[in-house]
């Protein structure tokens, strides 16, 4: 996001509309290889996959080596398995022509869909070069998952890595956890508040002494996918000539680039009403277009015949308009005839009812009007008497030529030349003059121009959504309540050591502004004279995988941390090793119903049994 707020105005900004180059295929490093398997690095996010090792050897990137969307495209009638018929990542090049057949395995920001999942999975580690005719990866795998992540979900996950992949072990982190981990600086405390705001949730997560008070944490249903879907809307609405052109890709671009967070939201939006405000910071973003209509294609003597054709038009039309207007304008004067004849004749209540109703005050005025309004219906007749004796008008001599606007067919052509009238007043103050001959000023059209998006205040509007959700309509507390709410939750001095390391991470935390705002928002609800630190993660997108590569290679030989095939096999796969970027592991435990007699009629059942009640009611 290189937007800056509050500046670079009154550029014009193309779309770049980028194609996603397909993933590379690698070969697999011997430094991962030897002297034993290096873990395997998997940020598992609702928006992007990153895969890469967790190797000290030098031969070996200490970065990701994939990075591609969780999104799949699979056609109708396509069956399980990574066929032709089944795109995933980058290999779609562009989502836009298959935005109806994309498909994510998240819900919210938990994986739910483990088939598609597992096509994710297929493509990321054959591109790392990990392919084998059974289908193993021999190597220990560290993945993210989200915040309380549901048993069910972490279930279907070791499900997934120990029976179709096999792996020895893996380890599951909250990646949050991981990017606060890996920005921790000398001195730093070990506490903090980390705010984190993804693709499709935001999550407030307190930590003390470093750990996760998991009983504490909070998340909001608001991301970049809102955000996104939020301003493409915006635009829709606005620009609905464009509206198939204003795509998601666009909007995301936009979003990225364009947007910032408002330290002030009110003042912001009061200083956007003023225009040279508006015109100093409002950026247009140009959409593409062809410079050659389909009325380019026709013949001079084409052209000529529709010139001729829209002359012929406007002549009927500015006709018929006349027509109808001496008509109305001699209605009212056989009108206002009648009113004087009243006067005439001496109908004296009669007339004064009849003026009242004119709106009039005298006689004099009444027989001004009169006078008028026969002089407009005398000129209207002779232009009449005119356009019905003039001979056919040369197109090329008397008439500039009309641009062909629309390339649609010419329609809109004649709109804009028809729109273009001499409106005569009812009752001209002067006498009328003779007419004078209707010339038709060629209109000046700039095809660039009308292919632009203005964006104004929607860059501020969009990312308020974060502390106001109610802008989009959704009954959810901001940002600022929720962490309000939860440092709440804590005695005065746990709330000391929480905001000394407010923490924000996660590719929604990028908007220019952010840091600012949430200072100000904790300035506002701290106590006063109180202190308090706002840290930016250095990377908010991939610190989530450096924190859980450095955990990888600091316990790659401890037990802390790792869940084994033994562990998967004995205690299912819900179950969770804690270590200090992880989740809380809180085990299923099912009521025990005590044993207890049941007597019924015609039968007694000895002490001792159980009963299933259910079934006896059933």
């Known amino acids: 996001m290189a937007a800056t707020g509050g500046g670079g105005g009154g550029g014009v900004f193309p779309f770049r509309d980028a194609r996603w180059d397909p993933d590379p295929?690698?070969?697999?490093?011997?430094?991962?290889?030897?002297?034993?398997?290096?873990?395997?690095?998997?940020?598992?996010?609702?928006?992007?996959?990153?895969?890469?090792?967790?190797?000290?050897?030098?031969?070996?990137?200490?970065?990701?080596?994939?990075?591609?969307?969780?999104?799949?495209?699979?056609?109708?009638?396509?069956?399980?398995?990574?066929?032709?018929?089944?795109?995933?990542?980058?290999?779609?090049?562009?989502?836009e022509p298959l935005r109806w057949l994309l498909r994510s395995p998240f819900d919210r920001n938990v994986p739910v869909q483990m088939e598609l999942q597992e096509l994710l999975f297929d493509h990321g580690f054959q591109r790392l070069g990990l392919a084998s005719q059974q289908g193993r990866v021999d190597h220990p795998i560290v993945v993210t998952e989200a915040v309380c992540n549901p048993l069910y979900s972490r279930q279907m996950m070791s499900e997934l890595l120990f029976e179709c992949y096999q792996v020895p072990k893996a380890s599951y982190g909250v990646d949050s956890l991981f990017s606060f981990r890996h920005n921790q600086r000398q001195g730093w405390p070990s506490s903090g508040l980390v705010l984190?705001?993804?693709?499709?949730?935001?999550?407030?997560?307190?930590?003390?002494?470093?750990?996760?008070?998991?009983?504490?944490?909070?998340?909001?249903?608001?991301?970049?996918?809102?955000a996104a879907l939020y301003l493409q809307r915006l635009l829709q609405l606005k620009y609905p000539g464009h509206f198939a052109a204003i795509t998601l890709?666009?909007?995301?671009?936009?979003?990225?680039?364009?947007?910032?967070?408002?330290?002030?939201?009110?003042?912001?939006?009061?200083?956007?009403?003023?225009?040279?405000?508006?015109?100093?910071?409002?950026?247009?973003?140009?959409?593409?277009?062809?410079?050659?209509?389909?009325?380019?294609?026709?013949?001079s003597e084409e052209k000529q015949e529709r010139r001729q054709q829209q002359l012929r038009r406007l002549q009927e039309l500015n006709a018929r308009r006349r027509e109808e207007k001496l008509q109305l304008d001699q209605e009212r004067l056989d009108r206002l005839l009648y009113v004087q004849e009243l006067l005439e004749d001496g109908q004296m209540d009669q007339y004064h009812k009849a003026l009242v109703e004119l709106n009039m005050d005298s006689a004099e005025e009444l027989q001004s009007y009169i006078h008028k309004l026969s002089l407009v219906i005398e000129q209207t007749k002779q232009k009449i008497l005119q356009a019905e004796a003039s001979v056919e008008v040369d197109v090329v001599d008397s008439k500039p030529e009309i641009p062909d606007l629309d390339p649609l067919g010419g329609e809109q052509s004649i709109e804009d030349v028809e729109s273009i009238n001499e409106f005569e007043p009812l009752f001209a103050e002067e006498q009328p003059e003779a007419e004078k001959p209707v010339t038709t000023v060629q209109p000046v059209f700039n095809l660039a121009e009308y292919h632009q998006l203005f964006l104004g205040t929607e860059r501020i509007r969009v990312p308020e959504i974060l502390f106001q959700p109610s802008l989009i309509g959704e009954e959810q507390a901001g940002i600022a309540e929720t962490m309000q709410f939860v440092l709440d939750r804590y005695p005065k001095e746990q709330q000391e050591k929480l905001v000394q390391n407010v923490f924000l991470t996660g590719g929604n935390m990028m908007y220019p502004g952010m840091k600012a705002r949430i200072h100000k928002e904790l300035l506002e609800m701290r106590p006063f004279q109180s202190s308090f630190q706002v840290h930016l993660a250095s990377n908010p997108v991939l610190d989530a995988w450096y924190g859980a590569r450095e955990w990888a290679l600091q316990y790659m030989n401890h037990e802390e941390g790792w869940i084994t095939r033994k562990d998967y096999e004995e205690k299912g796969g819900e179950y969770l090793k804690e270590h200090c970027a992880s989740n809380v592991y809180v085990p299923i435990r099912l009521p025990k119903q005590a044993p207890r007699t049941v007597e019924t009629s015609g039968s007694t059942k000895a002490p001792g049994t159980v009963t299933n009640n259910a079934s006896e009611q059933a």
């Not at 935001?202 to 003390?208: A, F, G, S």
């Not at 002494?209 to 970049?224: E, F, H, T, V």
């Not at 671009?253 to 405000?277: C, F, G, T």
């Open 196 to 226: 984190s705001s993804g693709y499709q949730c935001t999550h407030i997560l307190p930590v003390l002494d470093g750990r996760l008070d998991a009983r504490n944490c909070k998340r909001i249903n608001i991301g970049g996918c809102q």
């Open 249 to 299: 890709s666009r909007v995301e671009e936009i979003l990225h680039e364009h947007s910032y967070v408002a330290e002030d939201y009110k003042d912001e939006m009061q200083k956007w009403r003023s225009p040279e405000y508006y015109e100093n910071n409002v950026h247009k973003m140009q959409l593409p277009f062809s410079n050659k209509l389909l009325g380019s294609t026709l013949t």
């Open 25 to 95: 295929t690698l070969e697999a490093l011997p430094g991962v290889r030897l002297p034993s398997p290096a873990p395997l690095v998997l940020d598992n996010g609702s928006f992007q996959l990153r895969l890469g090792w967790a190797s000290s050897d030098a031969s070996v990137p200490g970065e990701p080596l994939l990075r591609f969307r969780s999104l799949v495209a699979r056609s109708r009638g396509a069956r399980g398995g990574a066929g032709p018929e089944t795109q995933v990542g980058n290999d779609l090049g562009s989502p």
